[in-house]
């Protein structure tokens, strides 16, 4: 079945320091993919929508210059956390729905960051 | 307000049937989602359902659609400890192709 695969699993940075995200649709085409930011315990919160050749769209209250996001093909998408701050760590995860079937949203495993 | 709600926790015997309850405020929405996320994971996509079906059944799960109240449930039935995970309802808005809005999520437990 489709798949979307992000990488790292788990990161760790210094304080000031980008990091960057994959999220990858392995058998299937994307043009779209989304972003979510969610908090221990909490709910997914939308961050962003990452179009192919196109700039992202971003949620109200999420910083584009700080939250970078490249969608350079039509199965990879890459999320940048740039001057990362500890108030960024947090559990990423994306989401992709093959174009053919747009109905099935399918998520990755997720992206832990720890900024210290 | 916008917001999909679901109760927060749930504790069932192995064996039951466990019933995740969801409300949803716009009427406009187009598909209903179930995840399930098991600790430090993703989400499992579960089952999803199309705003103008009222039930959809896959194997052990069904999913029961009131669009009159806005309200969706998620029926497991026989219910197994690999199903202690939290599961989110999440609703996909006509006018937002492919953004989800979730709902806080339930905590299932299941006990022996």
């Known amino acids: 079945g489709a798949v979307v695969s992000q990488h790292p699993s788990r990161v760790i940075c210094k304080s000031g320091t980008s990091v960057k995200i994959e999220c990858r649709s392995l058998d299937f085409q994307a043009t779209t993919m989304f972003w979510y930011r969610q908090f221990p315990k909490q709910s997914l919160m939308l961050m962003a929508t990452?179009?192919?050749?196109?700039?992202?769209?971003?949620e109200q209250g999420v910083e584009k210059d700080k939250f970078l996001i490249n969608h350079a093909s039509l199965t990879l998408s890459t999320l940048t956390v740039t001057s990362a701050h500890p108030e960024d760590s947090s559990f990423y995860i994306c989401?992709?729905?093959?174009?053919?079937?747009?109905?099935?949203?399918?998520f990755g495993e997720g992206s832990w960051l720890t900024v210290v | 307000g916008e917001d999909v709600e679901q109760s927060l926790f749930l504790s069932v015997r192995e064996g039951d049937s466990s019933v995740i309850n969801c409300t949803y405020t716009d009427s406009s929405s187009t598909y209903l989602y179930w995840y399930k996320q098991e600790p430090g994971a993703g989400l499992q996509l579960l089952t999803y359902?199309?705003?103008?079906?009222d039930m959809k059944q896959d194997q052990r799960l069904t999913v029961l659609l009131n669009k009159k109240d806005k309200h969706l449930s998620l029926r497991i039935a026989d219910t197994q400890t690999g199903d202690s995970a939290i599961y989110f309802c999440?609703?996909?808005?006509?006018?937002?192709?492919?953004?989800?809005?979730f709902g806080a999520g339930t905590q299932v437990v299941v006990t022996p």
């Open positions: 990452s179009n192919e050749g196109s700039k992202a769209t971003y």
């Open positions: 989401s992709a729905s093959p174009w053919n079937s747009g109905n099935t949203i399918y």
């Open positions: 359902i199309f705003s103008n079906m």
């Open positions: 999440a609703e996909r808005r006509e006018k937002g192709w492919g953004k989800l809005q």
